[in-house]
């Protein structure tokens, strides 16, 4: 059984086992949750952009695009939100 130890700062250090088994390192953010009567730490999930879009617009798929397209897409809202003039 791994164990830690809190500082007096509220921080703890998770085992190197457990962060190798949870796939975490520097600046990963897990989950604290109680469930019946125990404390369950995970990894916190992580989201497509597909996921989002999905959650945000139920009616309708994304359309696919490009990485060319996409990052077009990017350079366009960046010239548009810092034009001069």
Known sequence: MARSRVTAQGQISVPA??????GVGPGSVLEWKEDDGRIVVQRAGRFSSEDIHRALFRSKAPERKSLEQLKEGIRDRVRKRYARG
């Open 17 to 22: 086992d457990i962060r190798r088994k949870l």
